[in-house]
């Protein structure tokens, strides 16, 4: 180890690499939801670890060699990582891949190949840093590797603090500087000459140097802001920052820009000047040029929206994602008394309240408006007030959702308990009002039908197919959930209020086939036939050629309608334009899977089969046992982190505060339980140490299990610190003891059969790389909670495979 006085400075470069590594995974994930969309931040967990997977191997292989260079190879490593930062971004940028291509351009596959590549450059040399300083330095090995996880927890804690106050661009030059500096510390501490420290320290600029041209992030010609702003006279009027994205208000004063969906065709009325909202590149919705005058908001009224106004007479009124506020002005219109409007991203409601206030009208500033910044389940169970009509605004793009783009977006919002939630919440004769963008052949409605029944089914009340209604113009459809059973005369207003706009009725119990399909005339009632089915027909989940089985809190994947059975019929159409029933999110990652796995098996467990595998013969952890072991590590640890992390959001009430908050705590405890694993064993042995931490690895992950589902509506309620508070002190036990299993294991080959430790390094870093993307994929089908138990299932096989007789006293020092 290198001198005391030198020994805190090499810990801090561990720190610093380590956060800013794992920073630039979750801004990865932020760059790529901006350029291509979100569920690109699957891809990126993976090349992540493949990065740190390849380094693995890469250490293990030539440890000698690198050794003899330690000091030159650990700084230039850690050089390399802040140069590739910045720029392996840079290079994606100009590399053509669309993803929505993938299925008939074969160059899509190659381009997504390169991305996997590239990105995962920087993650390597970050690991190769961290990994030989705890390889190099065997006795120091728990205080680096302390400094090496809690630099991951912070790192996590600070990128959420920097996106509210920089562009993800200039994150990135900080987080290249971040890396340089780091590189100058190491070669302080390592005693390189003062001439190249210098030289190094002085290189902490070079990030901030690049032209303007560079850091432009260019986003994918197929999102909405791309296409608007092909629209003649177009400019961007607003960008704003915050922690959900990059918020861009867009003006168009010589074509203007009009939003209504789904308006009826006999609306008379134009609406008035708007403004576009876009989010990471995404449409979001429209500020609306509002002066007080009532009439011209009167083509809110040809909104299928506008359907709960019309059934009843609501006063008090509660909109989810109020966002630019045309709901808050529909509201208005109506003459509602009592608004509450909920937005949960602060940087849109700061924009119509301040920036935009004179051109809105100032109508969050409205008597009757009251408006809340929060999420909408966690407001619906804290706040007592009961309501009129709960509207829901369209809260997906309609090329977004139509392409399937949204398949892996969870959302807690159409769930079956959140259903339940809403319902609680409205008055006697009161209206839970959600609007869809239309798809064929129907998919939304019929799954948001699905979910309602199923809610008032579990809420024991009587006659559930009685308390709804649905109708459809052209473009959207509404559903109407009533608290009571719907009375003879709402369905006549229904009737009127269609017949007056041209819009179809498609449910209310009783309804006839001839009264649907009469305006917007489709080649048969697909919408009616399909909810009619599945009100009367037990087997029609399962006959169905799309999933729409009800969306639970477990399984919250609402925009998720692909079925591996109707695969082969959408091929067939692919030359007659059906590609649009694909799910190209659910496509893009299983894409990734099959890329990381292709390039993990040749980049990690190729090179450690082939240098690695000389094994002791007769050694009771042999070739068979080692792959087993770590592969069922690897899978068990990501799919707990995972599932655990999605649990959260919806306790914490905000996605990103969770992720960083459970990420953190996952990291920080794994890493104290890995940096105590070797005095459990002194005192146990190997197996009964790796007995007890399975132990505790499912009775708390099985208490955390219970406790989150049976105390949520209790616990949710709660402060927001106290419930970071409360997720740090019931994830941190189980994160302790998930973090013990790896490195016993790996001691106890370098004690038993040596030759060996590089295979287990790969087998691990290739189930690692793969595991992300699996979770997910079984969560989509079958929830979180059958991810948690198939993670405590592995555990219990890793457990089974791992030698049940063993010396109990380790080596003096862990294995490099």
């Not at 140490?689 to 709660?718: M, P, Q």
Request: with cysteine; glycine share 6%.
């Amino acid at each position: 180890m290198p001198e005391t006085r030198a020994a805190g400075t090499l810990f801090l470069t561990i720190f610093i690499v380590s956060a800013s590594a794992l920073a630039y995974e979750i801004l990865l994930m932020r760059l790529f939801s901006i350029v291509q969309w979100h569920h690109f931040a699957y891809m990126v967990i993976s090349l992540a670890l493949l990065g740190y997977g390849i380094s693995g191997t890469f250490i293990t292989l030539f440890r000698d060699r690198l050794f003899a260079r330690f000091s030159r190879v650990y700084v230039v490593n850690i050089l390399l990582f802040a140069v590739t930062v910045p720029t392996a971004f840079l290079i994606a940028q100009r590399i053509p891949f669309n993803a929505q291509e993938m299925l008939w351009d074969p160059q899509g596959t190659l381009w997504l190949l390169i991305y996997f590549l590239l990105f995962s450059v920087p993650f390597f040399f970050a690991a190769n840093a961290v990994g030989l300083a705890l390889s190099f330095y065997r006795k120091e090995i728990s205080v680096l590797y302390a400094a090496d996880m809690a630099g991951a927890g912070a790192g996590t804690l600070l990128i959420l603090t920097l996106f509210y106050i920089f562009h993800p661009t200039t994150i990135l030059q900080l987080l290249s500087a971040a890396g340089f500096f780091a590189a100058a510390l190491a070669a302080y501490a390592l005693k390189i000459r003062p001439f190249t420290t210098l030289t190094i320290l002085f290189l902490t600029l070079l990030p901030f140097t690049l032209p303007t041209d560079m850091k432009e992030i260019r986003i994918s010609p197929y999102k909405s802001l791309s296409q608007t702003l092909q629209i003649m006279g177009t400019r961007i009027a607003d960008e704003s920052i915050g922690p959900f994205g990059i918020v861009t208000v867009v003006e168009s004063p010589f074509i203007p820009l009009r939003y209504a969906p789904g308006v009826s065709l006999r609306n008379e009325i134009e609406p008035p000047e708007q403004l576009g909202i876009f989010v990471n590149g995404e449409w979001s919705g429209v500020i609306t040029r509002y002066d007080g005058e009532r009439e011209r908001l009167k083509y809110l009224d040809y909104l299928t929206s506008a359907f709960a106004y019309h059934a009843g007479n609501p006063e008090k009124i509660l909109i989810v994602g109020a966002d630019g506020g045309m709901d808050v002005l529909q509201a208005l219109y109506f003459d509602a008394k009592r608004i509450d409007a909920v937005e949960m991203d602060a940087t849109i409601v700061s924009l119509v309240k301040e920036r935009f206030a004179d051109f809105a009208g100032h109508i969050y500033e409205n008597p009757h408006v009251a408006l809340h910044v929060d999420e909408a389940r966690g407001f619906v169970l804290k706040n007592e007030r009961r309501y009129d009509l709960i509207q829901f605004a369209l809260l997906d793009t309609y090329g977004g959702a139509s392409s399937g783009l949204y398949a892996l977006s969870e959302n807690y919002l159409y769930t079956v308990e959140a259903f339940r939630d809403y319902l609680r919440r409205l008055r006697p004769g009161g209206y839970l009002s959600v609007t869809r963008w239309i798809k064929l052949p129907p998919r939304d409605m019929p799954k948001l039908v699905a979910t309602a029944i199923e809610a008032l089914s579990s809420m024991h009340l009587a006659a559930p197919q009685k308390r709804l209604m649905v109708i459809r113009g052209w473009q959207t459809a509404t559903l109407l959930v009533k608290n009571g059973i719907v009375t003879a005369e709402e369905i006549r207003a229904m009737q009127r209020f269609c017949e007056s706009r041209s819009f179809d009725p498609v449910y209310y119990d009783g309804m006839p086939p001839s009264e649907a399909n009469r305006y917007n005339i489709l080649e048969r009632p697909f919408f009616h036939t399909a909810i009619q089915s599945l009100l009367t027909e037990p087997d029609f989940f399962d006959r169905y050629r799309f999933d729409i089985r009800p969306t639970t809190d477990d399984r919250p994947y609402f925009n998720h309608f692909f079925r591996w059975e109707t695969l082969p019929d959408i091929l067939s159409l692919r030359g007659a334009g059906g590609l649009y029933l694909m799910e190209w999110g659910y496509l893009i990652l299983v894409a990734t899977l099959l890329v990381a796995s292709v390039l993990s098996g040749l980049l990690i467990l190729l090179p450690a089969m082939t240098h690695g595998l000389a094994a002791k013969p007769g050694r009771p952890f042999g070739k068979s046992r080692t792959f087993l072991y770590f592969f069922a590590l690897g899978i068990a640890f990501m799919f707990l982190e995972i599932a655990f992390m999605q649990k959260y959001i919806l306790f914490i009430s905000h996605p990103v505060f969770s992720a960083a908050i459970v990420l953190s705590a996952f990291l920080f405890f794994a890493g104290l339980g890995s940096a105590f694993s070797h005095r459990f064993i002194e005192r146990a042995g190997y197996a009964k140490t790796l007995t007890y931490a399975f132990a505790a690895i499912l009775l708390l992950a099985l208490t955390d299990l219970v406790v989150l589902d049976l105390y949520y509506e209790k616990l949710v309620v709660l402060p927001f610190y106290a419930k970071a508070l409360l997720t740090v002190v019931t994830v941190a036990p189980l994160a302790f003891a998930m973090g013990i299993p790896f490195p016993l294991g790996l001691s106890y080959l370098a004690r038993e059969n040596a030759p060996l430790v590089p295979w287990a390094w790969g087998v691990n870093g290739f189930a690692s790389v793969i595991s992300a993307i699996v979770a997910t994929l079984l969560a989509i089908d079958y929830g979180f909670t059958a991810v948690i138990l198939s993670a405590l299932l592995v555990y219990g096989g890793a457990l089974w495979v791992f030698p049940k007789r063993s010396r109990p006293t380790p080596p003096s020092a862990p294995p490099s």
